[in-house]
């Protein structure tokens, strides 16, 4: 049975700094895709960032320079470190996880079949 679960989320000032993390049971983080999304009421969830079983990595050209996705294979956990935060990256933050996925899809919502409940996220 595949869980993730997200943690970290808050409110936070613009500028500042927030990690999230992806505690993940049932699959092994190391062996596969990881992302973070993210969603507002009323849009669609947007890809944010993106890691694979190599530990190539995308991003969403809204976060670039900001963000940093990381993963700790012995820990299980998937990570996302938000720096400079801005008012616009308020949203609801998801965890994803696919095996067998191309680098080139890390960023697609429907290339995943597992998701988090997700974590709250507020920059004021």
């Known amino acids: 049975h595949v869980q993730l679960v997200e943690s970290g989320g808050g409110s936070v000032q613009a500028g500042g700094p927030l990690r999230l993390s992806c505690a993940a049971s049932g699959l092994t983080v190391s062996t596969y895709c990881m992302a973070w999304f993210r969603q507002t009421p009323g849009k669609e969830r947007e890809g944010v960032a993106g890691?694979?079983?190599?530990?190539?990595?995308s991003y969403a050209d809204s976060v670039k320079g900001r963000f940093t996705i990381s993963k700790d294979n012995a820990k299980n956990t998937l990570y996302l470190q938000m720096n400079s935060l801005k008012p616009e990256d308020t949203a609801m933050y998801y965890c994803?996880?696919?095996?067998?996925?191309?680098?080139?899809?890390?960023?697609?919502?429907?290339?995943?079949?597992?998701w988090g409940q997700g974590t709250q996220v507020t920059v004021s």
């Open positions: 994803a996880a696919q095996s067998g996925l191309n680098i080139r899809y890390v960023l697609q919502e429907v290339a995943y079949s597992y």
């Open positions: 890691i694979d079983f190599d530990s190539s990595t």
